[in-house]
């Protein structure tokens, strides 16, 4: 979930990056708040790479833009996607467990590849800024914000990410009050996240996302991973899925940030609202260390009551910030149940104020995926533990005809690009 950014100011003396965040080489394509020094702009290859995967080329048509292109086709049915049980089961309490959905050296690639990103990205040259989740019962961050011009740069880093591997720190990876600002641990255990285009740069990510990488030796029947991915969103009846805001969230030992209850359609906003959000283990998840809280059903009274969208203009120009909103509410499956009668709520609910009991903790082990309804309020707790919680997680949102993503959202498509198709021509 995207959130609001802090920046710390930085003590005289200090050097100040010399590359622009909003100005990147040409030579690299164009990109969830956190704390940074500017990330130098590394072409894809310069990640870690799985030897047997081809990296996604963009760009690709957007949602909203004509396309000369045949459209993809959805996978056959002979390629397994949701069982009706499953997509019952979905459709009624807005989330969904799928255990063992990646294989074990699937798990160990990402991890690898995870460790790999967070070892090599240089601390030196990425511009501090802290990562909070954006609401008003946040308590303030260790360092000031009066900054404008280091918030100017923070708010760039994060809006620009959408294509790019950026960093994000943990808002308590830091000493309070040092200066210059010193972490508290090395970088490796201080990165809250790592996005917002892993399945577009990194191989391995990309090879468990989108069906147009071959399927590794230790697939499933055969089957790709993107391909069973394809699958569900097909069995939840998209149209033209698009994947985007793909990262590794870190939740790292002792300060790995709660965040606080949301409902994804508030950040990914589509008209009507489609969003879906696949989060996958990559270690296990259990009480202590970070797991999800789910609240059971939500999304069928889940009306999106505000939403997270760029500033236009006056002192936050070029920044975010939280708006009402009266808009569409519901996804288009149950804003026609509420048409045929069924209580789909009025919209006048308050829905971020539930008892801790409302949610469900999900015990899940490594490995396992679980689909999030767009309209569903969850949340993750802190991480108090002495064990790491890392999850990769992406989105799922409609670019069919009928469906428009919003030019307010925080994330946008680079002029003449768009966001990866789901469906594939060939599976």
Same mark, same amino acid.
Not at 192 to 208: D, E, M, R, T, Y
Not at 288 to 310: D, E, P, T, Y
């Given at each position: ?8 100011? *930085? ?360 689909? *999030? ?55």
């Amino acid at each position: 979930m995207p959130s609001s950014i802090s920046t710390p100011s *930085i003590a005289a003396g200090t050097t100040t990056p010399t590359t622009s965040a909003s100005d990147p080489p040409k030579s690299y394509p164009q990109s969830y708040p956190g704390l940074y020094r500017q990330l130098p702009y590394e072409p894809a290859s310069s990640f870690p790479a799985h030897p047997q995967s081809t990296p996604q080329q963009g760009p690709w048509p957007s949602s909203n833009m004509p396309t000369a292109t045949p459209t993809p086709s959805p996978p056959p049915a002979s390629i397994p996607g949701l069982t009706p049980f499953q997509l019952a089961s979905f459709r009624q309490n807005g989330y969904l467990v799928i255990p063992n959905f990646l294989s074990g050296s699937e798990v160990s690639s990402l991890l690898q590849t995870t460790h790999a990103l967070l070892d090599r990205f240089p601390l030196a040259s990425h511009p501090l800024t802290c990562f909070t989740t954006g609401d008003e019962s946040d308590d303030d961050t260790s360092y000031s914000t009066n900054n404008a011009k280091a918030k100017h740069i923070g708010d760039q880093y994060f809006l620009t990410s959408g294509n790019k591997i950026h960093f994000f720190f943990e808002p308590d990876a830091f000493i309070p009050n040092s200066s210059p600002p010193e972490l508290r641990k090395p970088k490796a255990l201080s990165v809250n996240k790592i996005g917002h285009a892993l399945h577009v740069l990194s191989p391995p990510f990309a090879q468990v996302t989108v069906p147009s990488t071959p399927a590794t030796a230790d697939s499933h029947n055969g089957i790709s991973t993107g391909a069973r991915n394809a699958a569900i969103a097909r069995d939840l009846g998209f149209r033209d899925p698009r994947v985007l805001q793909s990262m590794v969230i870190c939740k790292q030992p002792g300060i790995g940030a709660a965040v606080h209850p949301h409902k994804d359609s508030e950040f990914l906003y589509t008209d009507p609202p489609s969003a879906v959000g696949w989060w996958i283990a990559l270690q296990d998840a259990g009480e202590g260390n970070g797991a999800l809280g789910v609240w059971k059903g939500s999304h069928r009274r889940g009306n999106i009551q505000r939403r997270l969208v760029r500033c236009i203009g006056g002192e936050a120009d070029g920044g975010t910030e939280f708006v009402k909103w009266d808009g569409p509410g519901l996804a288009a499956e149950l804003a026609a149940e509420a048409r045929d009668g069924q209580d789909h709520g009025n919209g006048d609910e308050e829905p971020y104020e539930p008892r801790d009991e409302d949610f469900e903790l999900l015990k899940v082990q490594a490995g396992s995926l679980v689909l *999030i309804h767009g309209n569903v309020l969850h949340q993750s707790e802190r991480n108090t533990s002495d064990r790491s919680r890392f999850a990769y997680t992406f989105h799922v949102i409609e670019g069919a005809e009928g469906w428009k993503y919003d030019e307010r959202n925080w994330l946008q498509p680079e002029p003449g690009e768009g966001f990866t198709r789901l469906f594939a021509k060939v599976y």
